[in-house]
């Protein structure tokens, strides 16, 4: 996956419509080797170094993913948030030297983060291989950090002179393909016991108005000696918090349907809590 957000970058650093391109302007090449002592170029080069990986806590959902499928649901972990940073260095050619060398590395390096900034989240038609199906558009950071900050022990690390350069952060989904496939969860028993008082037993129920094997909307739901109501949702969908257990009786009435009027026992099974509907 991360060679495949590499592959994303050098697309937008290649981009057609930048303009000037690095290579109408400096006939640069886009790299992400390891900028280190050993680094051998052939040309002008944007060097973009993936040196961190870590999760972003604060942009993670909690909150699992329900997918329909078929007559089931898959329930799916929340994918992973993952900051990778690159540190970005523009090389002259080689054969560059004095003040034309510092000259052309100053300019390949503001063209770049000129063009980089204007992607605050990478367009779905730069996603490259596995980033083509992310489920968020990865938000990027451009220059918002401090790239000299510890910079003296990173490049004597790297065994090479400081240099100029500027962060980049790109913020990827990374599926980490957990799921459970079965029934959707329709009943929900609560049981509650006030002090000195005799214990209650409250049941969330839902379930569905349908009519033909479609969901029905704006119909109106009663459990009629409960004394509850309420309206299914656009596709059918209706929902009860607090129904008490035993022998009920739900009324549906909807638009264009004839009233219906079945008996509901709580809790039951999902498939009872549905109800279909004729047509006038």
């Keep these: 996956m991360f060679q495949d957000l ?4 050098n697309q937008i650093l290649n981009d057609p419509a930048m303009k000037p391109g690095l290579k109408e302007l400096f006939d640069a090449n886009v790299s992400f080797i390891t900028p280190d002592k050993n680094l ?14 870590k999760e972003n806590r604060e942009l993670r959902d909690p909150t699992p993913i329900v997918e329909k499928n078929g007559d089931s649901f898959i329930r799916k972990e929340p994918p992973l948030r993952v900051d990778c940073s690159y540190i970005v260095t523009a090389w002259s050619d ?5 003040d034309a060398k510092v000259i052309e590395e100053h300019r390949l ?9 204007r992607f ?3 367009p779905a038609d730069k996603l490259q291989g596995s980033l083509a199906n992310q489920l968020f558009p990865p938000p990027t950071m451009v220059a918002q950090m401090d790239p000299n900050k510890n910079a003296g022990d990173f490049w004597f690390a790297l065994g090479i002179p400081p240099r100029p350069a500027f962060y980049l952060v790109v913020t990827i989904t990374m599926d980490l393909g957990l799921q459970v496939e079965g029934p ?3 009943t929900r028993s609560t049981e509650f016991k006030p002090y000195g ?12 108005i349908l009519s033909a094997g479609q969901g029905v909307g704006d119909a109106l739901v009663d459990i009629l000696d409960a004394g509850l109501r309420t309206r299914s949702d656009s596709e059918g969908h209706y929902s009860f918090v607090r129904v008490p257990e035993g022998a009920h009786n739900i009324r549906v009435v909807a638009t264009g349907f004839q009233p219906k009027t079945q008996p509901l026992t709580v809790p039951g099974k999902p498939e009872d809590y549905d109800v279909t509907l004729t047509p006038l």
């Excluded at 590499?6 to 970058?9: A, E, G, L, P, R």
């Excluded at 080689?94 to 004095?98: R, V």
């Design 184 to 186: 959707l969860v329709t």
């Design 94 to 98: 080689p054969n560059a030297t004095g």
């Design 6 to 9: 590499d592959s994303t970058i």
């Design 120 to 122: 605050p989240t990478i």
């Design 109 to 117: 390096l503001a063209q770049a983060l000129l063009w980089l900034s």
């Design 40 to 53: 051998q170029l052939t040309g002008a080069t944007v060097d973009l170094f993936l040196y961190e990986v």
């Design 197 to 208: 008082l005799e214990q209650e037993n409250w049941v969330q129920v839902g379930g569905r």
